[in-house]
């Protein structure tokens, strides 16, 4: 049996140039086809963009292919997150957050 974990790193960001005040937060899932959450992490924003890795275990996501990205960041100057989940890609992943609440 392997111990190996499956491991998803990245990066989320917005396109808007925004100062984070303290306590921003970012939350960010692994999910697979079937909208299961494999692995989730939040993570004390203080610049944008933010880095994560996600680790899950491998027998759970036997196709990796079919794997997605669910992403939010809070702060006190608002809320972004992903639409749409975003399919997770063989290298680091770059995870565009749009504004979705004033």
Same mark, same amino acid.
């Given at each position: ?6 491991? *998803? ?8 140039? @925004? ?8 939350? @960010?899932?692994?999910?697979?086809? +079937?909208?299961?959450?494999? /692995?989730?992490? /939040?993570? +004390?924003? *203080? %610049?944008?963009?933010?880095?994560? %890795?996600?680790? =899950?275990?491998? /027998?759970? /996501? ?8 669910? =992403? %939010?960041?809070?702060? +006190? ?11 997770? =890609?063989? +290298? =680091?992943? %770059? ?8």
């Amino acid at each position: 049996m392997s111990s190996q974990l499956l491991t *998803v790193t990245g990066t989320v960001y917005v396109r808007e140039r @925004i100062s984070l005040p303290p306590g921003a937060i970012a939350t @960010i899932k692994l999910v697979d086809g +079937e909208g299961e959450v494999l /692995a989730g992490t /939040a993570i +004390e924003s *203080v %610049a944008l963009p933010t880095e994560f %890795a996600l680790s =899950a275990d491998p /027998a759970l /996501a036997p196709d990796p292919d079919t794997l997605f990205i669910w =992403a %939010a960041l809070r702060s +006190e100057t608002g809320v972004w997150g992903t639409p749409e989940l975003v399919p997770v =890609a063989s +290298e =680091a992943n %770059a995870v565009l957050l749009t504004k979705i609440e004033d």
